[in-house]
C-alpha cells in the first residue's frame, strides 16, 4: 500500500458536493504522500466549523477541539512530541476570529506547526455570517446593510509578529497547494498557509470570480524580503497573489526553547519523573504560597 492510500478512511463526507474544501484535502494527502510521511508521524487538529472537519476525512492522529481552540492544543502536542508533523487545518472563523488570540502569540512563540486556514471569508458551518476576512460593504445572511469594518489583516500581522514562512494558496489548484503546503510542512517553526476556499454555499462569489483573481506571485519576488512580502501580504480588493510570500531563516521552535531542562523527543519516551520529588516540590510550593 503506497503511503497516499494509507491516508484513505471511510468516514462519510459532509461537505456539500463541490465544495473546495475536497481540494485542500486531497492537496494536504498528496504533499503527506510526497514528503513521504506515514499516518503515524501525523497530527491533524482542528477546532470547530466546515474547514475544521479536514482531519476527520484522514486517517491520521486527530484532535479535534473546541471552537477557535485548536492552537493551544496543536501547542501542547508539539511540546509533549516535537517529532510530530503538526497541521493545524480550520476556517478563517475558528483561527482568525474566535481562536485570533493564540494565534497571535503562536506567531511568537514559533511552535513547530503548520496552520492552514481554509479561507472562505465567511462562517460557513452556522450559515454564512461575516468572518475576520469579510471585505468591507460585502453583505451577509447577518450583516444586511454590508460590514462595517474592514478585514483582518492576518498573513501581514504575521509577518511583523516574528512567523517565519507565511503563504497564500487556492483551494482549486491542488497541485500548486501541495507545493507549497511540502515547503510549509518542511519549515522548521510555525507555517501560515492561508488557502482562499469559496463557499459556494453561503459566500458572496461563484467559484469563477475567484479563478480570475487568482494570480502567482510576480516572478521577482523576493520571499526574504519584509517589506515586499507585508505588501503583497496586504489583502487587496480585486487580486490574490498566491505563493510564498514570506520565508526566512528559521529560529527554535516553542519546544526548543520550552523543553530545556527536561531534554529533546516525545516526553512519552524520557524516564519516568521521580514522583517523591514532585511531591516534595508541591508541598513546597504549598507552604510557601503565602
Ligand atoms: C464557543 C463557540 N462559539 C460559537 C460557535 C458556533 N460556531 C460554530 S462553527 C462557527 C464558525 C465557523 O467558521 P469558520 O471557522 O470560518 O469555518 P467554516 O465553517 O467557514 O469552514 C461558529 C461561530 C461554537 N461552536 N462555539
Ligand atoms: S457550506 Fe460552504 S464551506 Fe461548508 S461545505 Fe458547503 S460549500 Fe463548503
Ligand atoms: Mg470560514
Redesign the pocket.
Known sequence: MGVADAYRNSVENQWCPGCP?FGILAAVKKSLAELDLAPHQVCLVS???????LPHYLQANVYNG???RAIPAAIGIHVANPELKILVT?????????GGNHLLHAFRRNPDLTVIV???R?????KG?A?PTTPRGEQTRLQFGGVEIDPAQMLATAIVSGCTFVARGYAGDIDGLSKILVRAIQHRGLALVDVI?P?IT?GNHPVDWYRGRIVPLPQDHDPTHRDRAIAAALDVADVFPVGVLYETAPRPTFAESYRTRVGAGPLARLPRINRGEVEARLAAFIVNRD
Open positions: 474544501n477546532g470547530i466549523g466546515q474547514a475544521a472537519k473546541l471552537h477557535g480550520s476556517g478563517d472563523g475558528d483561527l482568525y476570529g474566535e481554509h479561507d472562505n465567511v462562517y460557513a458551518l452556522t455570517q468572518s476556499q463557499c453561503w
